[in-house]
């Protein structure tokens, strides 16, 4: 009788959170229906079961990816542990809550930017060599082709992106225990050991799992930093086996085995639970004078990697205000690639932020113990909701593009149509991650504090979200909105594939200019580029600030 | 949601418009970048062509022209290619075995080629020879066989083109193989320290080569004569090797899918004249395969003579393309 009465409960509550419940659930649906199509067309377009036969070039493959992926994650996570480090301790330090804002833009700043910049820095003919070979008459050389470029611009763009939640850790720490080890005499060594390293630990692990998955299936840097055919990562030899040999057999076989360990990766990796929000940084100063050698390598690393950071963004002003820049916007291909990206983009980060509201609603009735009742069936629910929301950690951007690309062989639509299909798909699912991880800690709390009061005042589902959702979420979804728009801005990946004269976003244009020696358009190309994504990323989400919203 | 499919809808009504706007027949050839930019030769030819033939002519610039013939691949029956252009005779037989093109009907035998060449598919419209350029007053004594080119102090650097999606990648690829036989692979591995990087396309080689990230790049005999009559700069040389150069004769071809096949027969033709073949030295920067009454630049006679010309048989490449390109992949591996 006892648990007659329970299950006519929870078919109620169930009732009353439909509203939750469908819109999500149906959202996920669709991404999981969308990941089972994709592997069905790779598995079955397989004209012959060759998969065992894997040559040692494909092994070879395998083993450089791991291995660079390896490097580069070390690297990133000790230059950015270092930087953190010495960005916590030096709280007074002139320029330091701009320089953070700065290094958390590495996250949306395209990855050809970031190329072109340092080619500009570090190339042979770059700014360090020249200014080398000016002062002591060497040079360095080339170096920067080949495996050190490819560890360079990932070290770039990661150690920014880990220092930036990394400093959060730090502080978060309780001042009260920075007190203790303070009159317990710590050494800075004893004190990182016992105080920091054990806060550190678990976002360390999660941060570092990110990025070797994003190093793994790392494509646009290889592609242009790579150099040779000893340097490819999986993913650009399926895009190379696709595009310069034709050889649909072979991308399948590499796409499968990419697919294998990404998957397992992420299956084994920690949740994908990096801090990205759009935190302020703390003013609060962590109640320790360091000494005077400490203060020094602190002030020192900062400074070094403002350098490092700073430089590569500084070169592609100076090398694009020299442009000409009535060329370059009266180019047609120009004309179209702009319109064609702001229109994805635009596209793309509006479905995102939907898809993100919607998955983390329906998330929430399954971790919310006063919602749907807490058993093994809710954390089942829950985990195929986040799984689906983080599709893309295990089906990167090349892979889907060689699945629609399949699909276009077998269904016939203009190559238009197929494209966009391909690229807002892309699009949604490599924010998608981010976009909850920052949306759904936010709705759990508005569902904590609000549901008894929806409830009990039988608010409709559209009054919910005026009144009580809406004006917490609102903040960050104008982050969440920049984020996944210049995420969408800036991506060279499906494009590569689906890029033709007919269909262009920017960056592939960007591409081409620098595969064409158009060096001076590209140079005012990439000054666009990077000025749209900046303003955007700047100044979208102020347009969504609230006072409410603050302290989220 | 509604955004979406508005764009859709425009992308859509866009592509229509574009196709019902002009009356005369376009004809679309897909080539590489370096022969469709506004500096290069399709222009003018496609002014020239479009005097003679009342006609659109629009050409496609890819990054490279292997890279052409795939996205006619991935296109298959519905590419809105009718002529192909810029492929050479080591690859042309492989592009023959995917069913697209068409035969082309045209005497191809009185062309003044330095070794005869007849194509049922593929007609020659120009050729050069493959060599290293390198700037006279950076590097002193360039190599002159591919021993000296190994030997040279680890610093020199030079860029060259993937085999799997550029001409002159692929010719020298069987240039070594011809020289090297059997022991390429071993050859490869000893040059590959020199090379900076592998890019798809010539041009992008070219630009890295420019900017001077490289000491020398793979390109052609003729390329210096660009430097001395558009820039008036004599100091760009190519690299005279002792074992000969290997040879690159330029062919086009007509897809059996073209809605013009007449306008692109005409096309075809048309690489044969005399208009052409006088565009042809000094914008595509190559022979040309007919005589012309005003004859080659002067420029011309200051570039480098090969000793001997090596060229291998199409039919024979293509037998062993493949395991030729692995052979180089292979010792590349690190």
Same mark, same amino acid.
């Given at each position: 009788m006892a648990s007659l009465i329970g299950k006519i409960k929870m078919l109620q509550e169930v009732k009353r959170l439909q509203y939750s419940l469908l819109p999500g659930g149906f959202v996920s649906l669709l991404l999981l229906g969308f990941a089972f199509v994709l592997f069905f067309i790779l598995f079955f377009s397989q004209e012959d079961a060759s998969v065992a036969q894997l040559d040692s070039r494909v092994f070879s493959l395998l083993k450089f990816t791991l291995y660079q992926a390896f490097l580069s994650t070390l690297l990133s996570v000790l230059v950015g542990l270092v930087l953190a480090w010495s960005l916590a301790h030096q709280s007074n330090f002139k320029g330091r809550s701009l320089l953070v804002a700065l290094f958390s833009s590495s996250l949306v700043l395209p990855t050809l930017i970031v190329v072109f910049g340092l080619i500009s820095v570090l190339g042979r003919n770059g700014w360090v060599n020249q200014l080398n070979l000016y002062l002591f008459d060497h040079s360095f050389g080339s170096y920067l082709y080949g495996l050190t470029g490819i560890l360079v611009a990932h070290v770039y763009l990661n150690a920014s992106f880990a220092s930036r939640s990394l400093l959060h850790v730090f502080e978060s720490i309780p001042k009260e225990k920075y007190k203790l080890a303070k009159s317990l005499n710590f050494t800075t060594f004893q004190r990182f050991i016992y105080v920091e390293w054990p806060a550190l630990r678990t976002t360390l692990l999660s941060i570092a799992s990110t990025i070797f998955l994003l190093c793994f299936t790392s494509f646009a840097i290889v592609l242009v930093l790579g150099g040779s055919p000893a340097y490819n990562t999986l993913e650009v030899a399926i895009y190379e086996a696709v595009?310069?040999?034709?050889d649909i057999g072979m991308a399948l076989k590499l796409a499968l085995i990419q697919l294998a360990v990404t998957t397992l990766l992420v299956l084994f990796s920690?949740?994908?639970?990096?801090s990205v929000g759009n935190v302020r940084t703390s003013t609060l100063s962590i109640p320790w004078s360091e000494s005077k050698h400490v203060k020094r390598f602190q002030v020192t690393m900062i400074g070094l990697f403002s350098l490092f950071f700073i430089l590569p963004l500084l070169a592609i002003i100076v090398d694009g205000i020299g442009a000409k820049f009535t060329r370059i916007l009266t180019a047609p291909l120009f004309i179209k690639s702009f319109f064609t990206s702001m229109g994805l983009a635009t596209v793309s980060s509006i479905l995102t932020v939907l898809f993100a509201l919607f998955l983390s609603d329906t998330k929430r009735n399954f971790t919310l113990?006063?919602?749907?009742?807490?058993?093994i069936f809710s954390k089942i629910l829950n985990t195929i909701i986040s799984f689906s929301g983080n599709l893309y950690l295990a089906v990167p951007s090349l892979i889907m593009g060689l699945g629609f690309f399949l699909l276009s062989q077998t269904y016939e639509a203009p190559m238009a149509v197929w494209s966009t299909i391909a690229l807002l798909t892309a699009n949604v699912l490599m924010s998608l991650p981010f976009a909850l991880a920052i949306l759904a800690p936010v709705m759990q709390k508005t569902g904590q504090r609000y549901d008894k009061l929806v409830f009990s005042l039988n608010l409709s589902p559209w009054q919910r979200w005026v009144y009580c959702e809406y004006p917490y979420l609102k903040s960050s979804i104008g982050y969440v909105l920049a984020l996944s728009f210049c995420f969408s801005l800036g991506d060279l990946g499906i494009i590569a594939l689906f890029g033709s004269d007919d269909f262009l976003t920017l960056p592939w244009y960007l591409y081409q200019l620098m595969g064409s020696y158009r060096t001076s358009d590209a140079a005012g190309v990439a000054l666009i580029l990077l000025a749209i994504t900046l303003c955007v990323f700047i100044l979208l989400p102020r347009l969504f600030r609230s006072s409410i919203a603050k302290d989220n | 949601m509604s955004k979406f499919i508005q764009t859709l809808f425009l992308i859509l009504l866009l592509s229509i418009a574009s196709f019902g706007s002009d009356t005369l027949p376009t004809l679309t050839i897909y080539t590489y970048d370096a022969f469709a930019v506004s500096w290069g030769p399709g222009p003018k030819i496609k002014k020239a062509f479009e005097q003679e033939y009342e006609c659109n002519v629009k050409f496609m610039g890819l990054s490279s022209s292997i890279g052409a013939l795939r996205k006619i691949q991935l296109e298959g029956k519905n590419t809105k290619a009718d002529i192909l252009l810029g492929l050479d005779t080591n690859i042309a037989q492989a592009a023959k075995k995917t069913g697209l093109f068409a035969k082309h009907?045209?005497?191809?035998?009185? #062309?003044?080629?330095p070794v005869p060449y007849t194509d049922e598919y593929f007609v020659p419209y120009d050729y050069s020879y493959v060599a290293f350029v390198y700037d006279e007053n950076k590097v002193k004594n360039p190599p002159t066989s591919f021993e000296a080119l190994a030997a040279m102090p680890e610093d020199f650097k030079i860029v060259i083109q993937d085999p799997r999606s550029s001409t002159p990648g692929l010719s020298l690829l069987l240039w070594v193989k011809e020289v090297y036989k059997e022991k390429a692979g071993a050859y490869w591995k000893k040059l590959s320290p020199h090379i900076l990087t592998i890019t798809k396309g010539w041009s992008e080689s070219y630009g890295l080569f420019l900017k001077g990230e490289?000491?020398?790049? #793979?390109?052609?005999?003729?390329?210096?004569a660009y430097h001395i009559i558009e820039e008036n700069r004599t100091n760009f040389k190519s690299a005279r090797f002792d074992e000969g150069h290997y040879g690159q004769i330029e062919v086009a071809a007509m897809l059996?899918?073209?809605?013009h096949k007449e306008l692109a027969k005409n096309f075809l033709h048309f690489l044969h004249s005399e208009t052409f073949a006088e565009i042809i030295p000094t914008a595509n920067w190559a022979y040309p395969v007919v005589k012309t009454k005003q004859g080659l630049p002067e420029v011309f006679e200051t570039l480098t003579q090969p000793s001997k010309m090596i060229l291998l048989d199409g039919k024979t490449v293509e037998l062993h393309r493949k395991e030729i390109i692995n052979e180089w992949l292979h010792s590349l591996e690190r």
């Open positions: 595009k310069l040999e034709f920690a949740n994908f639970r990096t113990k006063h919602r749907l009742p807490n058993n | 009907d045209l005497n191809t035998s009185n #062309l003044d080629l490289a000491d020398m790049v #793979l390109s052609y005999t003729t390329s210096p059996k899918s073209s809605k």
